[in-house]
């Protein structure tokens, strides 16, 4: 697989003649933001209006499942963004731009309305959860769950010097995974990367249509507890255990989900957070982004938390004859 480096901030070759052929050929073109991956996003600055442009470059990246997955978005009534005009080959997109309000600095600067917005968060994945999954994506079930969790066993040990028993651990998530996937609940089209980072607040629309979203090209099928854990347990951000309490509760009500819902929150919030604790480790080794090192304490305190929770009791005994104490968030703690 490719890495994907930190690249500078500067519009790829083809852009001026992408924007001329799209009516954009005045406009001004400045950084915007890049991610985890090869794209990086710009924004171009016309007379009077203003859009986003995304570069997705080929090999490594393919803008088709974010058109699509966008296109579906706005067919069942939340907001994408609109794709004004693509250039394939090229990886090009001109994308409509949803503004500055971003969700996690609207809350960094006026925490007070924390429960509000992280309601209306909720409420989307309601509304979401009500439609029958995008036709055409593929399953995000058991087996992908234990492939994913392999990232801690092949980079997360290894880079802090660990040697753990990979069998124990397959074994110990199968038996605390296999009754959520045979729970019934979804398939629902899963977002997978649903957090305050990814959350615009779009001017001039009301309800969830405020909720612009982001990041969300690789949907798949799966459960709908993945992306209510996605948000509510936030590598970048705190979100107290108070309010992750109130917006499960709020979650369970609105959908009439029951104890299984409730099993799978904390087996899939766990899930998710090591599995992340790997993809940060690999981040930092693989694709030179150490920054991703700053996160790993609060990555920790999510999974101690959630190995409370009744049901995780294999994994959270694998977790303690595995790995021990000073090599999970303290041997972090230089990074903060």
């Known amino acids: 697989m490719a890495t994907a480096p930190n690249q500078p901030m500067i519009p790829p070759a083809g852009t001026a003649a992408f924007l001329t052929a799209c009516g954009w050929g ?9 991610d985890a991956s090869f794209r990086r996003y710009f924004r171009v600055i016309g007379e009077g209006r203003q859009a986003v442009l995304m570069d997705a470059p080929p090999p490594h990246e393919d803008p088709r499942p974010f058109i699509a997955v966008a296109e579906w978005l706005t067919s069942v009534g939340l907001t994408a963004p609109e794709i004004i005009a693509r250039d394939l080959d090229l990886g090009l997109l001109l994308l409509g731009d949803m503004g500055n309000d971003r969700l996690r600095e ?6 007070g309305r924390e429960e509000e917005l992280y309601r209306l968060a909720t409420d989307l994945l309601v509304r979401l959860h009500g439609q029958p999954p995008m036709a055409g994506l593929p399953p995000h079930g058991l087996d992908q769950w234990l492939d994913e969790l392999m990232l801690f066993p092949d980079w997360y040990a290894p880079a802090l010097g660990l040697e753990v028993d990979r069998d124990s651990y397959r074994a110990a ?10 729970d ?3 398939p629902v089209t899963v977002l997978r990367d649903y957090h305050a980072e990814n959350i615009m607040l779009v001017a001039g629309r009301e309800g969830v ?3 612009g979203l982001l990041d969300f090209q690789d949907a798949l099928a799966g459960h709908p507890a993945y992306d209510l854990a996605s948000v509510l347990e936030d590598a970048r951000r705190d979100v107290s255990p108070t309010l992750e309490r109130a917006m499960i509760d709020h979650y369970r009500a609105a959908t009439g989900g029951g104890a299984a819902f409730e099993r799978a929150y904390w087996v899939l919030a766990a899930q998710r957070n090591t599995r992340i604790l790997g993809v940060f480790v690999r981040l930092w080794k693989r694709d030179g982004k150490p920054q991703y090192r700053a996160f790993q304490p609060r990555m920790w305190g999510l999974l101690e938390r959630d190995l409370g929770a009744a049901g995780l ?3 959270r005994d694998w977790f303690d004859r595995n790995v021990p104490l000073a090599m999970r968030a303290a041997a972090w703690a230089d990074d903060l």
């Open 26 to 34: 005045d406009a001004r073109v400045e950084p915007l933001a890049g």
């Open 106 to 111: 609207t809350l960094d600067d006026d925490p």
């Open 173 to 182: 998530w199968t038996e605390v995974l296999g009754p959520v996937a045979a």
């Open 184 to 186: 019934g609940l979804g």
């Open 209 to 211: 249509a405020h909720l």
């Open 313 to 315: 009791e294999p994994v």
